[in-house]
């Protein structure tokens, strides 16, 4: 005969494993969730944020490169001052990142002490020592 029995048994025994075929596939796919589509998700989520918290007196950068300050709010409109007296409206997606916030009040709670020591730096021997 010219087909030999190693080849004729073989022949009908290579597609029963199709849980072992689809493994490589799903946990590359796991591999890809986790590095780089769900940070993406938590990065998104965090610019989101962001700017939904745009106030007034805030810096903030613009998609094309420009910094401003941010003059007035309204829902998905900014009055952003470019230059001194050139304000220009633009979309709040269009901000790219959000600089600098507005200090608070020199009045408020947490406000540091008005003594002379407390606003004293520490020396190197100070911070050596643990000394504050």
């Known amino acids: 005969m010219l087909v030999s029995t190693a ?7 290579g597609g029963g494993d ?4 689809l493994m490589p596939l799903v946990l ?7 590095l780089l589509i769900r940070p993406q998700q938590k990065k998104q989520k965090a610019h989101q944020a962001k700017l939904g918290a745009i106030r007034r007196k805030d810096k903030i950068t613009l998609g094309g ?7 007035n709010v309204q829902d998905d ?6 230059a001194e007296g050139v304000k220009v409206k633009v979309a709040r997606a269009t901000v790219m990142d959000v ?24 020396g190197f021997l100070d911070k050596i020592l643990g000394r504050k």
């Open 65 to 71: 490169g420009i910094y401003g300050t941010v003059t």
């Open 28 to 34: 590359i796919f796991v591999v890809f969730y986790f």
């Open 99 to 122: 600089l600098t916030k507005p200090e608070p009040a020199s009045g408020s709670k947490g406000a540091a002490p008005a003594n002379d020591e407390a606003a004293k730096p520490a």
């Open 18 to 21: 199709l849980f072992g075929a």
């Open 77 to 82: 409109e900014l009055t952003v001052e470019i």
């Open 7 to 13: 080849w004729a048994q073989g022949a009908g025994a």
